[in-house]
């Protein structure tokens, strides 16, 4: 499975971004999808996933209602929609992939990465 997110740039505060991550390879009903996000600061964190086959989402709660996962089965595509996003939105985003379905929020639960893209946003 190899997975390449795109979509990253610079956006204002207040403003509203989406990234996009490309799947290939074979897909079982199993897998789940992921975003997480990184800072030089902090460790890799868990942003929001789905499953494949249901499309259950699963979001951390600082971002629900800001952030949204979707997914798109015939082009193979995972999406984040990020709205009103804020300085500390910043980041590089990651998306990654969990054959075994999700089994908690940790980077270590998801086997499959994609490279990052960067989110910049200003104030």
């Known amino acids: 499975v190899q997975l390449q997110a795109s979509g990253g740039g610079l956006v204002q505060a207040g403003g509203s971004l989406r990234t996009s991550c490309a799947v290939s390879g074979r897909i079982s009903s199993r897998y789940v999808m992921g975003w997480f996000r990184q800072t030089p600061e902090k460790k890799r964190e868990f942003v929001a996933a789905?499953?494949?086959?249901?499309?259950?989402?699963f979001y951390v709660d600082s971002m629900k209602g800001r952030f949204t996962i979707s997914r798109d089965n015939a082009e193979n595509t995972v999406d984040l929609q990020m709205n009103n996003l804020k300085p500390e939105d910043t980041a590089v985003y990651y998306c990654?992939?969990?054959?075994?379905?999700?089994?908690?929020?940790?980077?270590?639960?998801?086997?499959?990465w994609g490279k990052g893209t960067l989110v910049t946003v200003s104030s």
């Open positions: 789905i499953t494949w086959s249901e499309g259950r989402t």
């Open positions: 990654a992939a969990s054959s075994a379905g999700l089994y908690g929020y940790s980077e270590t639960a998801f086997e499959y």
